[in-house]
């Protein structure tokens, strides 16, 4: 890294920085305002917020400079995390068994006053 | 890549993995930083994989944008994602052997880590102020505030950690005892708490 000098460095992280920030408000303006369904919309935060951590994981943590063997150390566990979460997760889609049943009607908020939903 | 003889391919091949070095190409203290990272990396997954299954089998959900400030969400984001630029220059300077630069970025990213908590510290007692706790909350789901204040919880101490760490290297950068290591090994250490920071934003608080 120092062969590059380090005014280059600085230049790569003020540029990476920038393409964060944009990102960021691209994921806001996908969030907060409701255009899209709700699977393209979850679609298009997961694939902003993997291009933010490749971002993140190869300027700012250096593995763009790192050996592939600790490249691949540290996305493997995740990509698998991922798959798992994914094998498991339809259950929730269609079985009524697991729903969460302890919602209570009302609420007492701390002033004393009952809040209803 | 340039190309290698194949006995130069072997030699290369046979003295890393013959115990004299590093397989990974790195100094042992950025190894076991890296393996602290992903198995906390792992448990952060676990949270966010829960939630998304409590958030699945919920009746209901709160817009999560009408109970917090957008706005707040945005700065602390904003601020963070900064802090980690300013690490990653403080990192660049410290391996330059620059230590005044590496301090002056040190105490931005420091300030920026303290930012950040204040927002939360605001946006908790906040929350705490509307009636939520860890197994109740005036919108009627209890996972939602539980989800919020364990994986917000957790990854403020985490903010927290970092702050402290970032200190310590700051301050023994001022007395000349500091390498390049040291600093990169705190600056890995920030970047992951703002990559955990940026699946909370994404997950939590806009999905």
Not at chain 1, 21 to 38: I, K, P, R
Not at chain 2, 175 to 181: A, I
Request: aromatic share 16%; charged share 10%; hydrophobic share 50%.
């Amino acid at each position: 890294m120092e062969s590059h000098g380090h005014a280059h460095g600085y230049r790569q992280y003020f540029t990476t920085w920038l393409w964060l920030l944009g990102m960021t408000l691209l994921a806001l303006v996908v969030g907060y305002f409701h255009f899209l369904g709700e699977g393209v919309k979850a679609f298009a935060l997961v694939t902003i917020t993997l291009a933010k951590i490749f971002l993140i994981g190869s300027i700012f943590m250096h593995l763009k400079a790192e050996r592939v063997n600790l490249v691949m150390l540290t996305f493997t566990p995740l990509l698998l995390s991922i798959i798992l979460f994914f094998f498991t997760f339809g259950e929730t889609l269609k079985n009524e068994t697991h729903q969460i049943q302890n919602q209570s009607p009302t609420f007492h908020l701390p002033t004393g006053e009952v809040k209803e939903h | 890549m340039e190309s290698t003889s194949l006995a130069e391919q072997e030699r290369v091949v046979a003295s890393d993995w013959g115990g004299g070095k590093s397989p990974f190409g790195t100094s042992w203290s950025k190894f076991m930083m890296w393996i602290f990272i992903i198995s906390d990396a792992l448990t952060f997954a676990g949270f966010l994989i829960a939630y998304g299954f409590m958030r699945r089998i919920a009746p209901a959900w709160p817009v999560q944008m009408e109970v917090f400030s957008p706005l707040l969400i945005t700065f602390m984001t904003f601020v963070l994602i900064s802090s980690s630029a300013v690490m990653a220059m403080a990192v660049s300077a410290a391996r330059a052997g620059d230590p005044k630069s590496a301090v002056k970025f040190l105490g931005l990213t420091i300030v920026g880590g303290a930012i950040f908590l204040g927002c939360q510290a605001y946006e908790w007692s906040h929350f705490i102020r509307e009636g939520a706790t860890l197994t109740k909350n005036p919108w009627g789901v209890p996972q939602f505030s539980a989800a919020f204040f364990v994986i917000t919880g957790f990854h403020g101490f985490h903010v927290f950690s970092g702050l402290t760490i970032l200190t310590i290297v700051a301050l023994r950068a001022t007395m000349g005892k500091y390498s390049g290591d040291s600093v990169e090994n705190a600056g890995l250490y920030w970047h992951f708490v703002d990559v955990v920071w940026v699946f909370v934003f994404a997950f939590f608080y806009l999905l």
